[in-house]
């Protein structure tokens, strides 16, 4: 027989793998998403699109579409202006930044081809869609400013002509000492990267119905969105209306990933068109406009050089870091997020002391580039991975043996890297020596060198990564963004003896709500299905930051547990009351009152809830039950809970065409105390997904004129089961001591390194061939380009 | 997007479709298994006024001997092409291209008759039907005729069929046991269109090859015919240096056009890979 262990204790959840409460649900099709809400009076928009990647508007004719029978208005970018004010996706933090205003439809410029121009109203989309087909408007072609480098050259001409140049934000990184560290050292790698513009691509597009009541002065939206408080905020700012009088509703939610937590020029338009009517207007991102109109994100050429010594020892790196964004910087978080997480990121895993770095963000006329899953970790960790893989190669090391003389001992916390981030305990030794265990990588050794005798090119590919999660308001509050950094819970005794917790952290699928019911069970003492979580409306729960940036577990978790712990305290303070005992006496298990020392059964919490809520003239007098409590948490200490961990691939390079088969996937990842084992498991496997995409398949293309050339599901390749191979996951533990909880986030770790583990496999793969490719995606073109086939 | 308003006509015979079509002319289309047509609809590619819906048209249904040759109907759907015994016993080729087209659901509605009509020169049957040395059966104002695929496909989306005729059925020659075929494609996904495919059908004697058919699909406007490569490998037993000249062959067989994620030259490239590949695997069963 196993011995017991802390999860053998009854309503132990914490560290237990249950089914997400909302999976059977949205399995059988009872989700209800914003596509399905269906108001009375309601209204469908449509936006006519930009043609141009930049254009001056000189003309619209929109008689005929007005005219049309069904259509109730056809908006300007001059009507939304009249009511809604402009907004400006910079930060105080990153000084020096600049970004042109933004109206929710543009007023004379186009600066995207796929920029929403003019909106229709129509009691269809249907007849939305012929009203725009009647709409005539007359464009003057203006220079666009497609390729990232072209942007950068001096004299190219500028995507706003009122800025002084296309630079949208600069940064540098110095810890000193880099130039000494170059000119001592007994090797330097330097390589140039380049990393593809992708799209999030969720099952569920966006969507948004907003209903204005005019008379109430009452504006409610339906949002398919991670942050309904940032969005309350904004739509209460922006079109003038008192905040208490705006509610954010986000009910079911079909992923995310960061895309739904932008403001968009259509969302914005959509809620000033119901204000302009009267009546409920919803529009729901079809897959085209979503590929033109959703965030883009990465796009970077990086240079980088890296010194090490004679032993392998990194001594120093350098590196640049160009990246384009569009020609807004996107709002409330701006699109330098990611460029500013890549130069810290870079060479994080590493003990080394001399850095330094240089960010370039420029403007080009394209759809705006912002926070996608991992932000700007897939880039750092490839840059630096690929570079420690190079030094390796130079030296003759294996790449478990580099890695192992570099990273940050364990021993070594806490410890801060060289561009400022302070590490609370990280896990590289213990990560590196399991993943070795896990991909029984001797093995995979042998076998690769017996298949390349025949002509069977495979490739191992291993990438160390730390992940930001849990922020503070060093990530955004700072910088002046009403960005919530804390997140709040209401939690109430039923008067049945169930619990019911609303909070602010929301469900985008990723199962936040079932976490929840089990921390609020686990430190109540009940059952879980006792608990009924409630998330995503700003009238329902206290205002709080909601799920991004992984902080759903290790914030909103750490609420919920401060909540409970406080309910519970009140809880017992009644039921110590009724039995003429000391609350410290007494526990609550199953739902019932024990004995505390004999875990004898003394009350079911449901009397405690029936005598204080039906008969609180039994209690004595003075006494008021105190049965909803809210609590609030902000992260204090470390300004972020860095998590770590490794990934290990291996692929097969068929070095005829050019594909590459993923044979196998590994992930040794420590996000401090796990809550739900079998939810990470899918976080990393989800997040791994992506980051496979992003290395294989995933590109935005465009044209020279600034067209999206792959902008459809059956042109723009996301990753599909079929080609994903099994994922093997292992985890270390080592919680936060900043929480009660000691859970980090998990869910962006697979996406930051899977694409830096396949670039290191594929190369490994072609090293027999003297080929290596420095780019992802990693296409069949880009492989048989760098083997010379064609 | 939505579509257009259109208006509906459900057809219970050939002629009442070809009718139903000539009265509406250039705003009606047929509606086969409307897995191609529906996206087109969605985008709003085409605005047809009126759709002529063909699946309750018992005629275009079915797959029966005739003689030397295997009718299928052209009502037939993909999926058949997986599970019908005739098409296994005496069209192999179909069956065996019939997994790489499309997904489950699309392959449960998508038609043979509206895959050739259609002509998608990425798509595997039109491509099938030239090594196949198929007959397509055309219904018109003028009563029926049967064309040689050879002779079929015309240009990007035009074939022999005229707007407002109908494919009623594809006649195949029934596979004999003298005869072996092999089918592959490169697609970056399962299930998608191809970067390059290519399907074959050759008649062997003693371990040589007498004749073969080499067709190719997503490399030009149409589904093509590699007749140089043919040469290369016809009379005699395949072997290294065969597969050589066939490959080399298929530059003057081939003309893949520009486009901006496949360059020319790469897709030639992947052209003759993928040849040598199936010409070895049908040497080792000729
Ligand atoms: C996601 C997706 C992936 C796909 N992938 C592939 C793939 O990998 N390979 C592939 O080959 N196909 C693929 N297809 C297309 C699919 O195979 C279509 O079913 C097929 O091309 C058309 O057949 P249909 O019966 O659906 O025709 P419909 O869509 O009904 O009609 C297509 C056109 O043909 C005309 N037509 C139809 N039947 C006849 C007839 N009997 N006579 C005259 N004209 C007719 C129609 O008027 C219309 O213009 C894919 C489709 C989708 C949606």
Known sequence: MTPLTSLDRPNSYIGRSVPRPNAKRLLAGRGRYVTDIRLPRMLHAAFLRSPYAHARIARVDVDAARALAGVHLVATGADLAKICTPWTGTLDHFKGMTSEPQLPLPLDRVVWAGQAVLAVVAESRAIAEDALELISVDYEELPAIVD???????????????????????????????????????????????????????????????????????????????????????????????????????????????????????????????????????????????????????????????????????????????????????????????????????????????????????????????????????????????????????????????????????????????????????????????????????????????????????????????????????????????????????????????????????????????????????????????????????????????????????????????????????????????????????????????????????????EIARIAYFRSDTLPPGTQAQLTVSHHFAPQGYPFAFTNGIQGCYVEVDADTGFIKLLKHFVVEDCGRIINPMLVDEQVRGGVVQGLGAALFEECRYGETGQLLNGSLADYLVPMAMEMPDIVIAHVETPTADTALGAKGCGEAGTAAASACVLNAVNDALAPFCASINAVPITPARVLEALGRF | MKARAFSYRRAYTVDEALDAHASNGDDARFIAGGQSLVPALALRLQAPRILIDINHIEELRGVTREGEWLRIGALTRHCEMLTEPLIAEFAPLLRAAAPFVAHPAIRNRGTLGGSVALADPASEFPAMMLALDAEIEIAGASGRRRVRADEFFIDLFETAAAPGELVTAIFVPRFRCNQRICFDELARRRGDYALVGCGMQATCKDGLIEGIRIAFFSVGNVPTRARSAEAAVSGGRIDAERIAAAQAALDSDLAPPESDEVPPAMRLHLARVLLGRLLGRLGEVA
């Open chain 1, 148 to 606: 990232l480098d072209a942007a950068r050259e001096p004299g190219t001409p500028r995507v706003n002509p009122a800025g002084s140049s296309n630079i949208c934000f600069r940064a540098q990184l110095d810890s000193g000492g880099v130039d000494e560290a170059f000119a001592s050292a007994a090797h330097i790698i330097e390589e140039e990267f380049s990393f593809g513009r992708h799209t999030p691509v969720t099952l569920e597009p966006r969507a948004i119905v907003a209903d204005y009541d005019p008379d109430g002065g009452m504006l409610t939206v339906h949002h398919a969105t991670q942050t309904p408080y940032q969005f309350q905020d904004l739509y209460s700012r922006h079109y003038r209306i008192p905040e208490a009088r705006v509610r954010v509703i986000a009910p079911d939610i079909g992923g995310s990933f960061g895309l739904k937590l932008h403001v968009y020029h259509e969302d914005m338009a959509v809620v000033g068109l119901s204000i302009l009517l009267g009546r409920p207007v919803k529009f729901v991102a079809d897959r085209l406009e979503s590929f033109v109109s959703d965030i883009h994100a990465r796009d970077h050429h990086v240079r980088a050089r890296m010194a090490i010594d004679a032993d392998g020892r990194i001594l120093a790196m350098d590196v640049h870091d160009a990246t384009a964004i569009g020609a807004f910087s996107t709002y409330p978080r701006t699109s330098v997020v990611e460029g500013n997480q890549v130069i810290r990121l870079i060479g994080a895993p590493y003990d080394f002391k001399s850095y330094r770095a240089a960010l370039e963000v420029v403007f080009q006329n394209k759809v705006q580039t912002s926070q996608y899953r991992a932000v700007g970790h897939p880039i750092a960790c490839a840059v630096t991975e690929r570079m420690v893989d190079l030094a390796a190669a130079r030296i003759g090391l294996d790449p478990f043996a580099i890695r192992a003389k570099n990273v940050i001992p364990d021993d070594a916390y806490p410890t801060a890297s060289p561009t400022g981030y302070r590490f609370e305990s990280l896990s590289h030794q213990v990560c590196l020596q399991r993943l070795r265990e896990i991909m029984d990588y001797d093995a995979l050794r042998a076998e690769q060198s017996e298949l390349r005798q025949r002509g069977i090119h495979r490739g191992i590919g291993i990438a160390t990564f730390v992940e930001i999660t849990n922020p503070s308001p060093a990530f955004y509050g700072v910088g002046g963004a009403r960005i919530s950094s804390q997140d709040g819970a209401t939690i109430s005794l039923t008067p049945s003896g169930e619990v019911r917790c609303a909070i602010s952290v929301t469900e985008q699928g990723q199962g936040t709500e079932a976490i929840i019911s089990q921390i609020v069970a686990d430190q109540l003492g009940l059952a879980q299905e006792h608990v009924k979580v409630i998330t995503g409306d700003t009238e329902v729960t206290p205002h709080g930051g909601a799920t991004w940036a992984c902080r759903g577990a290790g914030i909103g978790g750490e609420t919920a547990l401060q909540a409970a712990r406080k309910l519970k305290a009140n809880i017992l303070e009644i039921a110590a009351l009724v039995l003429q005992e000391q609350p410290a006496a007494l526990n609550i298990i199953d739902g019932e009152v024990v004995n505390a020392a004999t875990r004898q059964p003394r009350l079911a919490i449901a």
